[in-house]
């Protein structure tokens, strides 16, 4: 067992999220695309780290003065593992460079939450829907504890009553389902190899698209919450910072689409598609994918720690 190629799997494998995100996003029901695509994202990061650090680590130990433990320079090692030592400086400052991405992420997305918070903290009550008095149109959930739903009174005076329940339904279903977490972790994912960027953003439109199936059953009607989707983004903008699931960020794309979704039969909520439909193929292509990747990173790091324990004395 040998690193040999396979260690570099893991960085490119990744390419395939493009393929992976339109096929899931367009065949899959909403919720089994929005879990599946989020593992996929979070265990090709795993490998794409995993696959970097390994890379470091055999680079490096053969450079003169570094701190590893000298028989990992041995020739048997040498012989065993692939070295090169440019590759290892490259893959040690790429590595730093994605710890500082990620912490750069998560960390934004700490501050627009407190900035949300601040703003929560200007509206009476501590449950239930706040209202702030704003004449700009929007509405967003809030994760915590509680969670809120927050809502202008320009988005509110934009919708009639039956419209404003749709869109109470769409951001409570955000809330209760944590749709700020698949979302954070799709972008940490992303930060960590930006090939999963095309899983990120078909997370962000399939939670707004679950989102939507979920007011559309709690209001039982497809057209009156297609319509709310659509007055709302007609008016709206967003509201403290785009992490947030908003109920109808402006922007030509996902939302015509949501509205022609919902205008739509239901999507089917098979646990598992047929294996010849589309949605099938979409779902095998992932788990291949991600299996691959998963397996030349464990063939790597297993291989990397057998020939270091053979040559590393007791």
Known sequence: ?????????????????????????????????????TTISVAMALCSAVCLGLLGVVGTAQIPGNPLPDSWSDPEVRAAVPFHEEVGTAALIALALVLLTVAATALRHLRVRVRARRVLSTVPGTTGPAVTRDDEPYAYALPGRPGRIVVSTGMLDSLDESERRALFAHEQAHLTDRHHRVRLATQLASAVNPFLRPLQHAVAYTTERWADEEAAAAVGDRRLTARAVAKAALVSHRGPGHPLPAFAAPGPGPVPRRIAAL????????????????????????????????????????????????????
């Open 263 to 314: 205008l739509g039969p239901a999507p089917d909520d098979a646990p598992w598609p047929p294996a010849r439909s589309p949605a099938g193929l979409a779902a095998m292509v992932a788990a291949a994918g991600t299996a691959a990747s998963a397996l030349s990173a464990l063939n790597a790091a297993v291989a990397l720690l057998l020939v270091l324990k053979a040559a590393t004395p007791l």
């Open 1 to 37: 067992m040998t690193m040999g190629v396979f260690v570099f799997l893991p960085l490119i494998l990744p390419l395939t999220a493009l393929p992976i995100s339109r096929l899931a996003a367009q065949h899959l029901h909403p919720r089994a695309a929005t879990r599946l695509m």
